[in-house]
Each structure stands twice: as structure tokens, then as C-alpha cells.
């Protein structure tokens, strides 16, 4: 009786420490499998600008998308004093000393130029203008739902396109770049 007893006792301990061991390792999957959709939903980029046209126009541009949001910032130097427009173009080719190598506005859905949002029509590339303060630098942010980096969606996905800073300003009705001048700084949407 002693050796059933004994048997028993040393079955039960074996039975549930093997049910603790399967139920951490359900655990230690499942948050292996949170990690990784985490990390799936998030993604970063950060891109340098280089000078164009003779310009010394440099700086960074990070986007981030979370949750099918993709926010821009933009940072840039040796700019002039005043207004100065940032578009995405349709090439992430930056090789020419214009930064024409990188192609017209990036506008998958065959929109005319506009000005983000409004309703006769924007490019998806129409980031538009912003103003530059004595020492020379600027900042752009922007955040949108119309973008995503890397999804494969053809009128979304920034990657493969570049970031152009213009000499000028976007009159928002030029067609159909806006008459922002000369591209004096280009960036690559490259990871």
C-alpha cells in the first residue's frame, strides 16, 4: 500500500509540473506572438537630405507609422529666410546636381495639384509650404492616414519616392507642380 501510495504522489508531482511547464510555454508564445504583431504595426525611417542646386540645404526626415497613421518631421539647414515648399516625388533618385532625377510630384491617383486636402484635388506628394526664420533653419511636421511605409499599396506606400525642398513657394494652383523653383535639397524614401 505504501508503494502504490508512493507511486501516486510521485505521479501527481510529475503530472503537474509538466502541466506548469506547457502552460509557460503557452505563455512565453503568446507573448512572443504580441511582440511581434507589435513590432509588425510600428515602423520607422529616417532619411538624410542632401543639397541640390548649388544650395547648402541638408537635414533629416523621419516618418513613423503606427496603426496606419504615418507621421513626417522634417528638419532642414541652410535654407533661406522666408516660405519654402516640401513635396514627395515619384523616384527615390537623387543622382542629378537639379534633384530632377527624381521624377514630378509622386500622384498615384491622377489628381491635379493642390493643396493637402482640399477638394478640387491634391497629389499625394502636395506636403506644401513652409517658413524658414533668419538663421536658416525649418521644420516640417504632417501626420496622415494617406500614407504607409512599405505596405505595397500602390497609392499609399512612400517608399521609393523622395523628399524634394524647393528654392520657392507652392502657389497651390500651378499645374502641376505648384511653380515651387529650383529643388534644393532631395532625400531618397529608401530603406
Known sequence: MKNITLAAIAFALVF????????????????????????STKKELTISLSPKSDSQVEGTVTFKEKDGIVSMTAYM????????????HEKADCTSPDGKS????????????GKWNAET???KGDIGNFKVVADGKGTVTMTT???CIGCGDETKDILGKAVIV???TDDYTSQPSGAAGARVSCAGIIE
Open 166 to 168: 524647393h528654392e520657392g
Open 145 to 147: 492616414d494617406q500614407w
Open 16 to 39: 503537474a509540473t509538466s502541466c506548469k511547464e506547457n502552460k509557460k510555454e503557452e505563455v512565453k508564445e503568446t507573448e512572443v506572438e504580441e511582440v511581434v504583431k507589435e513590432a
Open 102 to 113: 527624381s521624377g514630378g510630384h509622386w500622384n498615384p491617383t491622377g489628381q491635379p495639384h
Open 121 to 123: 484635388g491634391y497629389h
Open 77 to 88: 539647414t541652410g535654407l533661406s529666410e522666408g516660405e519654402h515648399a516640401i513635396h514627395i
